[in-house]
């Protein structure tokens, strides 16, 4: 179930994607109108019902695999590294970590991440959507990082 960033004011976001072997980070911006312009989403349940011979158990997965997708506007000046790390997919993959801090200091953050372009269109009489989404190996939410 994707879970889309509620924020107050649009400016009062963050995202964040940055590579600690390039050493570079870069703040994206100019994203795009409505309520998923951000959004994230664990790639499996993290917790399950299952039913055995001796009764109901949980189950509790420990894959923290996860996904962030992001909106830009095709004016972005963030879409050109998006799509240049997107591009190199097939030859020469770049992993990146992605975050995110919400307009209530909500902190999301994915790590060992590709990037997927979908949708990018800059042609039309209406502007449409620049899709980026990042596949991660670690999704980290905000109340994870105090659990024991």
Known sequence: MSRNIQYYSQSK???????EAGGWNRTMKDFFEGD???????NAERVSV?????GAALSVASGRAGKITIKLKPT??????????ANLNSS???????SIVTGVEEIIKLT?????????????TTMQASVFVFT????VLDEDEGAV
Do not use: F, M, R
């Not at 998923?36 to 664990?42: G, N, S, V, Y």
């Not at 299952?50 to 001796?54: A, C, F, Q, R």
């Not at 972005?76 to 790390?85: F, H, I, R, V």
């Not at 060992?112 to 039309?124: D, I, N």
């Open 136 to 139: 991660g190996t670690k999704l």
């Open 36 to 42: 998923d312009a951000i959004a994230w989403e664990p």
């Open 50 to 54: 299952t039913e055995g011979l001796d």
């Open 112 to 124: 060992t991440c590709l990037v997927h372009a979908q949708g990018s269109s800059s042609g039309g």
């Open 92 to 98: 020469d993959p770049q992993l990146v970590d992605v």
């Open 76 to 85: 972005s000046p963030c879409c050109g590294l998006l799509n240049k790390l």
């Open 13 to 19: 976001n963050s995202v964040v994607v940055y590579s």
